[in-house]
């Protein structure tokens, strides 16, 4: 039974990362249509700044450390927003309706980005120190549940609940929504698509920020972090059915839960090749992913 | 007052309409009448902005606006309802009302503006929290007639907005029209196909045939069957 509990909360704890770096391109890809390689480097940016935050913290503020990862948050996500909308700008924005193009032209852009961080911090990885009042776990039943792995189930949470409200009850998502639905109707009711694929973009690239901090949490970080998770997030918002966040988050538990389970019983390798032997085959059952955008529509 | 001089337009390389004119006065209701396929929709989607005209003009208020973004335009005081109605399936009836108002850039008085369209249309009301996508064809026009008028515009351009609607609907809508042009002042540039229905609410008219106009005049000194001929496919 406690087995059992275990790899139930390891599944669940999987599937909580998976969702936070899917979360981002769940916006940049699903809802706005554009295959971002650089996604995964978007990660890596938050999670060296939040390393940067901590050596801050270390060398100016050294009694407040524990705290440092509150303001390490915020910073994740704005920087990466930025370098997002800067991404979007004078890039992505003349890629629109070109896949090819944009997935060779933002490829590059990861390269250039993991180079960066190559000359910034060096080649090998670095450790964040986890703020101490994450050490340790609560016991439960004989079970050990770590603070960390608890945190980042709230944190995306946490993240979950606020871009719902973002989308469904702010005047901003609602405009966001509407583009992603008719762009023409849209800006014939006054809104400026222009600005909402930038900002839709923003906040997409904000995520994967916030994704890479939460990710610091778990194991050192280096300047190709991104590219271990770039393919996992987008199997997340293809399984879970592009255009639909609902769809994202049971692709990331789906595939969590199922991969914990399988290599229980199996091994690591033998997990990966049945994760994508059933995601293969449930795409060609349906195409469209989990969940299917159904409507009536009329004209 | 909307002002369309000598405007040619179409897309790609296929011309569809050519050297059109047109005037629409505020507080009056013009029809554009004509078969199916002769451009009145194109028409419509160079007022808005949707396509871009290869030559001509558009003017309304005295500024030319021909090279204006659809938003830009709606945020000047142009409302459009799509053929085809094109509301958000997936939002809820309230959602696609208060979209309405991306059209005013400053702030307004929301609920008011929202108790009049509900006289208007009473049944929005009742259905507020459904989807869009859920209501009838009818309901789905009403919806989209009344998202266009939350944004206040001065000018209203219908694209054959009585198309495959139930009779009693069609009465409601044609009131509407009559309503905002006579007491708001609207301009109105309504698109039909149907003759009667067109005479039954507009002032002016303007028949297209081939892209060109073939025929106007005032609706009141008009007999109807010397321009049947232009409409009887």
């Given at each position: 039974?406690?087995?059992?509990?275990?790899?139930?909360?390891?599944?669940?704890?999987?599937?909580?990362?998976?969702?936070?770096?899917?979360?981002?391109?769940?916006?940049?890809?699903?809802?706005?249509?554009?295959?971002?390689?650089?996604?995964?480097?978007?990660?890596?940016?938050?999670?060296?700044?939040?390393?940067?935050?901590?050596?801050?913290?270390?060398?100016?503020?050294?009694?407040?450390?524990?705290?440092?990862?509150?303001?390490?948050?915020?910073?994740?996500?704005?920087?990466?927003?930025?370098?997002?909308?800067?991404?979007?700008?004078?890039?992505?924005?003349?890629?629109?309706?070109?896949?090819?193009?944009?997935?060779?032209?933002?490829?590059?852009?990861?390269?250039?980005?993991?180079?960066?961080?190559?000359?910034?911090?060096?080649?090998?990885?670095?450790?964040?120190?986890?703020?101490?009042?994450?050490?340790?776990?609560?016991?439960?039943?004989?079970?050990?549940?770590?603070?960390?792995?608890?945190?980042?189930?709230?944190?995306?949470?946490?993240?979950?609940?606020?871009?719902?409200?973002?989308?469904?009850?702010?005047?901003?998502?609602?405009?966001?929504?509407?583009?992603?639905?008719?762009?023409d109707m849209?800006?014939c009711?006054?809104?400026?698509?222009?600005?909402?694929?930038?900002?839709?973009?923003?906040?997409?690239?904000?995520?994967?920020?916030?994704?890479?901090?939460?990710?610091?949490?778990?194991?050192?970080?280096?300047?190709?972090?991104?590219?271990?998770?770039?393919?996992?997030?987008?199997?997340?918002?293809?399984?879970?059915?592009?255009?639909?966040?609902?769809?994202?988050?049971?692709?990331?538990?789906?595939?969590?839960?199922?991969?914990?389970?399988?290599?229980?019983?199996?091994?690591?390798?033998?997990?990966?090749?049945?994760?994508?032997?059933?995601?293969?085959?449930?795409?060609?059952?349906?195409?469209?992913?989990?969940?299917?955008?159904?409507?009536?529509?009329?004209d | 007052m909307l002002s369309i001089k000598n405007l040619t337009a179409g897309y790609e390389q296929s011309v569809v309409l050519e050297n059109v004119s047109l005037k629409v006065l505020k507080g009056s209701v013009t029809a554009v009448l004509g078969r199916n396929g002769v451009g009145k929709t194109t028409l419509m989607k160079n007022v808005i902005g949707l396509v871009k005209p290869i030559d001509g003009a558009i003017e309304w208020?005295?500024?030319d606006i021909t090279l204006?973004?659809p938003?830009?335009r709606?945020?000047?005081?142009i409302g459009y309802v799509p053929q085809g109605r094109e509301?958000?399936?997936?939002?809820?009836?309230?959602?696609?009302?208060?979209?309405?108002?991306?059209?005013?850039?400053?702030?307004?008085?929301?609920?008011?503006?929202?108790?009049?369209?509900?006289?208007?249309?009473?049944?929005?009301?009742?259905?507020?929290?459904?989807?869009?996508?859920?209501?009838?064809g009818?309901?789905?026009q009403?919806?989209a007639i009344?998202?266009a008028?939350?944004?206040?515009p001065?000018l209203l351009l219908l694209d054959e907005p009585m198309e495959g609607i139930?009779p009693?609907?069609v009465q409601?809508i044609r009131?509407?029209i009559l309503?905002?042009a006579?007491?708001?002042?609207v301009g109105v540039l309504l698109v039909e196909h149907n003759l009667d229905l067109a005479f039954s609410c507009a002032d002016y008219f303007y028949i297209l045939d081939r892209g060109t106009v073939v025929a106007q005049g005032d609706v009141a000194e008009t007999n109807k069957h010397e321009i049947q001929p232009y409409l009887t496919v």
């Amino acid at each position: 039974m406690s087995i059992l509990i275990t790899q139930f909360f390891n599944g669940l704890s999987l599937g909580s990362v998976m969702l936070l770096i899917a979360l981002g391109l769940a916006i940049t890809f699903g809802l706005m249509g554009v295959i971002n390689m650089a996604h995964g480097e978007l990660i890596m940016v938050g999670a060296y700044m939040t390393y940067v935050i901590q050596q801050m913290f270390a060398k100016y503020l050294p009694s407040s450390i524990d705290y440092y990862y509150f303001l390490a948050i915020p910073v994740a996500f704005f920087v990466s927003a930025f370098i997002g909308w800067g991404l979007e700008k004078w890039l992505i924005q003349y890629l629109y309706h070109r896949p090819l193009d944009s997935l060779l032209a933002t490829w590059g852009v990861s390269l250039i980005l993991q180079q960066i961080a190559r000359s910034i911090f060096g080649a090998p990885n670095v450790a964040v120190l986890p703020p101490s009042w994450l050490e340790g776990g609560v016991n439960f039943a004989g079970i050990v549940f770590p603070y960390k792995r608890l945190f980042i189930l709230l944190f995306v949470l946490v993240c979950m609940l606020i871009l719902y409200f973002y989308l469904n009850k702010t005047p901003a998502g609602r405009r966001m929504r509407a583009v992603t639905l008719n762009r023409d109707m849209a800006s014939c009711l006054g809104i400026s698509s222009r600005k909402v694929d930038a900002y839709a973009f923003a906040i997409g690239s904000g995520f994967a920020g916030l994704a890479g901090c939460a990710l610091t949490l778990l194991g050192p970080i280096g300047p190709t972090i991104g590219t271990y998770y770039i393919v996992d997030a987008f199997m997340v918002v293809i399984l879970g059915g592009v255009g639909k966040l609902i769809g994202t988050i049971f692709g990331a538990f789906g595939i969590g839960l199922v991969s914990t389970l399988t290599e229980y019983s199996t091994s690591t390798t033998m997990a990966k090749v049945v994760i994508f032997a059933m995601i293969i085959a449930f795409l060609q059952w349906k195409p469209s992913g989990l969940v299917s955008v159904k409507t009536r529509s009329l004209d | 007052m909307l002002s369309i001089k000598n405007l040619t337009a179409g897309y790609e390389q296929s011309v569809v309409l050519e050297n059109v004119s047109l005037k629409v006065l505020k507080g009056s209701v013009t029809a554009v009448l004509g078969r199916n396929g002769v451009g009145k929709t194109t028409l419509m989607k160079n007022v808005i902005g949707l396509v871009k005209p290869i030559d001509g003009a558009i003017e309304w208020e005295n500024e030319d606006i021909t090279l204006l973004s659809p938003e830009k335009r709606v945020q000047k005081g142009i409302g459009y309802v799509p053929q085809g109605r094109e509301i958000f399936p997936t939002m809820t009836v309230e959602e696609n009302l208060l979209l309405g108002f991306e059209a005013i850039p400053r702030k307004v008085n929301q609920s008011k503006i929202l108790e009049e369209i509900y006289d208007l249309f009473p049944v929005l009301k009742e259905m507020l929290h459904r989807k869009g996508g859920d209501l009838s064809g009818g309901q789905q026009q009403q919806l989209a007639i009344a998202r266009a008028l939350v944004g206040q515009p001065q000018l209203l351009l219908l694209d054959e907005p009585m198309e495959g609607i139930q009779p009693s609907i069609v009465q409601l809508i044609r009131e509407v029209i009559l309503q905002i042009a006579k007491e708001k002042r609207v301009g109105v540039l309504l698109v039909e196909h149907n003759l009667d229905l067109a005479f039954s609410c507009a002032d002016y008219f303007y028949i297209l045939d081939r892209g060109t106009v073939v025929a106007q005049g005032d609706v009141a000194e008009t007999n109807k069957h010397e321009i049947q001929p232009y409409l009887t496919v």
